[in-house]
Nanobody, 123 residues
């Protein structure tokens, strides 16, 4: 399976962006899909995930601001990001896992990754 992100860009603090991730297979075949991000000089961190059966998980830093969703008919994963702040500046990666279990926001949980899309938030 291949993942391809889009929708990144530059925005001012307080603004919004929606990221998309095109999944090259039937999303019902994938147990977990999620979003991670990596800021310069920092480790990659989990942002949000969605289980095959619909349950979602969010990092504390984005709860109430970001929403993960998917369109299974179009095999597309989304991340709606509201009230962005400069600390959200990072490269955002889409990730997927065929392994059953909960969709923890741990990098090792996911074996398939996209190339990333840059999000820059200016103050």
């Amino acid at each position: 399976v291949q993942l391809m992100e889009s929708g990144g860009g530059s925005v001012q603090a307080g603004g919004s962006l929606r990221l998309s991730c095109a999944v090259s297979t039937d999303m019902d075949a994938v147990y977990c899909t999620g979003w991670f991000r990596q800021a310069p000089g920092k480790e990659r961190e989990g942002v949000a995930s969605i289980h095959r059966y619909g349950s979602t998980t969010y990092a504390d830093s984005v709860k109430g601001r970001f929403t993960i969703s998917r369109n299974k008919a179009e095999n597309t994963l989304y991340l709606l990001m509201n009230i962005l702040n400069p600390e959200d500046t990072a490269t955002y990666y889409c990730a997927a896992s065929y392994s059953s279990g909960d969709c923890a926001l741990l990098e090792m949980r996911y074996g398939i990754w996209g190339q990333g899309t840059q999000v820059t938030v200016s103050s």
